[in-house]
């Protein structure tokens, strides 16, 4: 069973993982934003996969 999260939380995962990784400030919000949000439209690019499996 798939188990589903809120797009601000998974953009706020994105953020902190890149924080963590020294990702530039204005670098994190947008790439997290557009990472879910593709991920959100069926438009899989394994973004959000790769992300999680690198934490």
């Known amino acids: 069973m ?3 999260k809120s797009i601000d939380k ?3 995962f994105g ?3 890149m924080t963590k ?3 530039p400030e204005d ?7 557009i ?3 593709t991920e959100a439209f069926r438009s899989s690019t394994h ?4 992300l ?3 934490k």
């Open 52 to 54: 999680y499996s690198c």
């Open 21 to 23: 990784r020294s990702v």
């Open 47 to 50: 973004g959000l996969v790769k």
């Open 10 to 12: 998974l953009i706020n």
């Open 35 to 37: 990472i879910v949000e």
């Open 15 to 17: 953020i902190s993982f």
């Open 2 to 4: 798939i188990r589903r």
């Open 27 to 33: 670098h994190e919000a947008y790439t997290s934003r």
